[in-house]
């Protein structure tokens, strides 16, 4: 979609350019997927020349915002929970090329399964004020809700770290959707480490949630936990009724703990 009240491109940009009326770009597939009738400049992070991964002597791995889905592919999708959410997607190589990391959890839509993968990994992300100051955000606390984030005016989203042993221990993911081509109406994400068991329920709800327990739980503990999230955060649109998104969710948990346990 042409954004017609756009008069600028700032390029490249730094958290200094920023001014009201303006919108940070990445790789523009969210961006320019609705009408922005607010936006007057676009700051463009692709020409800073961030690296697309860094690996730190700790073990841990910073994404920088602005790595694409396929350079992500490419780089860690010997991983296969890595593999999997990217193809999640269900996009062409086009957009592969284009998509960043950053903008899908930016663009805080249900179905992103950037968002599913980064809480997941126990990822956390810096953000980085139009002052400079920076701080970092959960993974898991970072989206709010549809289309909703913690990000103030002007902040942008620099990078997303994983932990030392992000990668360590086992995963089970189960994802589901109306139609095999289907956006995403369910995506689920379990990690058993050590004696620690943590659900992450993403795409049917209108934020992540996270399951934790200091052991597998028992079949009627994890349903419980799921009963006592909100009837009303699940998500109601042509992708699929919420109570139907409900019972996937229940029905992938019950799959999830009987195959990590």
């Known amino acids: 979609m042409d954004l017609n009240t756009v008069t600028d491109v700032v390029s490249p940009a730094a958290p200094g350019s920023w001014r009201p009326g303006d919108a940070w770009l990445g790789g523009g597939t969210a961006l320019f997927g609705e009408p922005r009738t607010g936006v007057r400049r676009l700051l463009d992070l692709t020409a800073a020349g961030w690296p697309a991964l860094t690996a730190h002597d700790d073990g841990g791995v910073e994404i920088a915002a602005t790595c694409t889905v ?53 990822a956390t992300v810096l953000l980085i004020g139009p002052d400079g100051v920076q701080r970092r955000v959960p993974a898991a606390d970072f989206v709010t809700g549809e289309g909703t984030t913690v990000l103030r005016d002007g902040e942008l989203l620099r990078s997303i770290h994983l932990p030392p042993g992000a990668f360590a221990g086992r995963y089970a993911y189960r994802r589901g959707s109306l139609h095999r081509h289907g956006r995403s109406a369910a995506l689920l994400i379990g990690r058993q480490a ?62 999830i703990l009987a195959e990590l346990s």
């Open 70 to 122: 396929a350079e992500l592919h490419e780089r860690l999708g010997r991983h296969t929970l890595v593999r999997q959410c990217c193809h999640a997607f269900l996009a062409s190589f086009k957009i592969w090329n284009v998509a960043t990391v950053g903008g899908n959890l930016c663009a805080a839509l249900p179905a992103g399964p950037m968002i599913s993968l980064s809480v997941a990994l126990d």
């Open 194 to 255: 050590g004696a620690s068991f943590a659900l992450t329920v993403t795409a049917s709800t209108r934020r992540p949630h996270v399951l934790r327990f200091d052991a597998p739980p028992r079949p009627t503990e994890l349903a419980a936990a799921l009963a006592a999230l909100p009837a009303d955060g699940y998500v109601h649109d042509v992708h699929g009724h919420p109570l139907w998104r409900q019972h996937l969710t229940r029905h992938y948990a019950a799959q």
